[in-house]
């Protein structure tokens, strides 16, 4: 589970810097620019509190 999120939240980060180089690049349109990294923004956001909390599955280890 943790490893998925970490995943998730990962291509979400990406998913807010591709744009704007894609757009430096003349590639996006400013609408879709928009559109594409607040969407991203708002996944980041609500994903990686969700791992962030969370002991990893090695130290939890380590702990017993």
């Not at 591709?18 to 956001?45: E, H, N, R, Y």
């Amino acid at each position: 589970m943790r490893a998925g999120l970490q995943l998730l939240s990962l291509l979400a980060l990406g998913a807010t810097i591709v744009p704007s180089v894609l757009f430096f690049a003349d590639q996006m349109t400013p609408g879709t620019l928009k559109t594409t990294m607040l969407c991203a923004m708002i996944l980041w956001f609500i994903v990686t509190p969700m791992w962030m909390d969370r002991p990893s599955p090695a130290s939890r280890k380590r702990a017993d």
